[in-house]
């Protein structure tokens, strides 16, 4: 089959990332709540949420569909910036690789395809920051049941001009090294696993190469992939982003809890224990599995369907 250029991969991916979050933000939004929940807290603090189930049932008791969607409108143009970036320089990235290694271009290479995953991803966190930003600190927002530092914004366009005005243009990069890190983590497995769980399944007969249960077990063992190797990532990156800030000697606005992504994860682990970078990981894996199958599942079925009707038309 034909191949796509960087650009068609882009907006499919795009379009695969956006199907995805459709379904699977309200899981994003109990995930960010149960993160923030008892932040450097050795006893833990009292729970506003017992488990996910719980953050679900309450914000829909007292937000409605509005609490459990929110950040969504963010949401869509992160996807679009991440997963077009994730997506559409996977396969330029890897190419590019194998033939500075010498290999042949079309060869799976556990090495280059490791590589290309983690450098499109930290690509998209870092376009995508901003976005995600925003979309966390709308997420973390609840008028009845706070955790965390609250922030309320409109909407999305209201929050970028909010950081712009009270943080300066540098606030959009507020942790985008933790990003870069959370980017690393998850693109270095989850495009290889999916390939290699695909690869496997049509070598063994368990599947045809354009089966749709193919496309849905292989990614859903690369989300159970994501899942282990980017929570701690995923933690950082939520608290780095939601953490109060104030203006330093230097004029310049500064977090009050953590410094970097690695004071984070070290400020975590020692009040609140290894657990402490687990919060949210139930939330986390009902977001990243279903996510990860939709959106890698519709990338495949775009392209293919995108493919057709390019050739159809030329």
Same mark, same amino acid.
């Not at 966390?136 to 366009?157: D, E, I």
């Given at each position: 089959?034909?191949?796509?250029?960087? #650009?068609?991969?882009?907006?499919?991916?795009?379009? $695969?990332?956006? &199907?995805?979050?459709?379904?699977?933000?309200?899981?994003?939004? @109990?995930?960010?709540?149960?993160?923030?929940?008892?932040?450097?807290?050795?006893?833990?603090?009292?729970?506003? /949420?017992?488990?996910?189930?719980?953050?679900?049932?309450?914000?829909?008791?007292?937000?409605?569909?509005? #609490?459990? !969607?929110?950040? +969504?409108?963010?949401?869509?143009f992160y996807q679009v910036a991440?997963?077009?970036?994730?997506?559409?320089?996977?396969?330029?990235?890897?190419?590019a690789f194998n033939r500075l290694?010498?290999?042949?271009?079309?060869?799976?290479?556990?090495?280059?395809?490791?590589? @290309?995953?983690?450098?499109?991803?930290?690509?998209?966190?870092?376009? %995508?920051?901003?976005?995600? +930003?925003?979309?966390?600190?709308?997420?973390?927002?609840?008028?009845?049941?706070?955790?965390?530092? !609250?922030?309320?914004?409109?909407?999305?366009?209201?929050?970028?001009?909010?950081?712009?005005?009270?943080?300066?243009?540098?606030?959009?990069?507020?942790?985008?090294?933790?990003?870069?890190?959370? %980017?690393?983590?998850?693109?270095?497995? !989850?495009?290889?696993?999916?390939?290699? $769980?695909?690869? !496997?399944?049509?070598?063994?007969?368990?599947? $045809?190469?354009?089966?749709? *249960?193919?496309?849905?077990?292989?990614?859903?063992?690369?989300?159970?992939?994501?899942?282990?190797?980017?929570?701690?990532?995923?933690?950082?990156? &939520?608290?780095?982003?939601?953490?109060?800030?104030?203006?330093?000697?230097?004029?310049?606005?500064? %977090?009050?809890? /953590?410094?970097?992504?690695?004071?984070?994860? *070290?400020? &975590?682990?020692?009040?609140?224990?290894?657990?402490?970078?687990?919060? #949210?990981?139930? $939330?986390?894996?009902?977001?990243?599995?279903?996510?990860?199958?939709?959106?890698?599942?519709?990338?495949?079925?775009?392209?293919?369907?995108? +493919?057709?009707?390019?050739?159809?038309? %030329?």
């Amino acid at each position: 089959m034909a191949s796509l250029s960087t #650009g068609e991969g882009f907006a499919c991916g795009g379009l $695969a990332g956006c &199907t995805a979050v459709t379904f699977t933000n309200p899981a994003e939004v @109990a995930k960010t709540r149960m993160q923030l929940q008892g932040e450097l807290t050795k006893s833990g603090g009292p729970k506003v /949420y017992r488990n996910v189930l719980d953050v679900f049932a309450k914000t829909w008791k007292n937000e409605s569909i509005r #609490g459990v !969607q929110r950040g +969504l409108g963010p949401a869509y143009f992160y996807q679009v910036a991440l997963n077009g970036c994730r997506l559409g320089f996977y396969e330029p990235f890897r190419r590019a690789f194998n033939r500075l290694l010498g290999y042949d271009v079309s060869q799976q290479v556990a090495l280059t395809s490791m590589g @290309a995953g983690t450098g499109s991803a930290i690509v998209g966190s870092a376009v %995508g920051n901003p976005l995600f +930003l925003v979309k966390t600190r709308m997420q973390a927002y609840s008028p009845v049941l706070p955790v965390g530092a !609250q922030r309320f914004y409109k909407n999305g366009f209201t929050a970028l001009s909010t950081i712009i005005r009270e943080e300066g243009w540098r606030g959009l990069l507020r942790g985008v090294d933790a990003a870069c890190l959370r %980017g690393s983590f998850g693109g270095s497995v !989850q495009i290889p696993s999916y390939i290699w $769980a695909k690869s !496997q399944l049509v070598r063994h007969n368990l599947g $045809a190469p354009d089966s749709l *249960w193919t496309y849905l077990i292989s990614s859903s063992i690369s989300g159970a992939v994501v899942c282990l190797v980017m929570q701690p990532a995923d933690t950082t990156l &939520t608290r780095m982003y939601n953490q109060p800030t104030v203006r330093g000697p230097d004029g310049r606005m500064v %977090g009050t809890l /953590y410094k970097n992504p690695i004071d984070c994860l *070290w400020k &975590t682990l020692k009040t609140e224990g290894v657990f402490g970078w687990y919060k #949210g990981s139930t $939330a986390h894996f009902l977001r990243i599995a279903p996510h990860t199958i939709i959106t890698l599942t519709s990338n495949d079925l775009i392209v293919r369907l995108y +493919l057709r009707a390019r050739e159809r038309m %030329g």
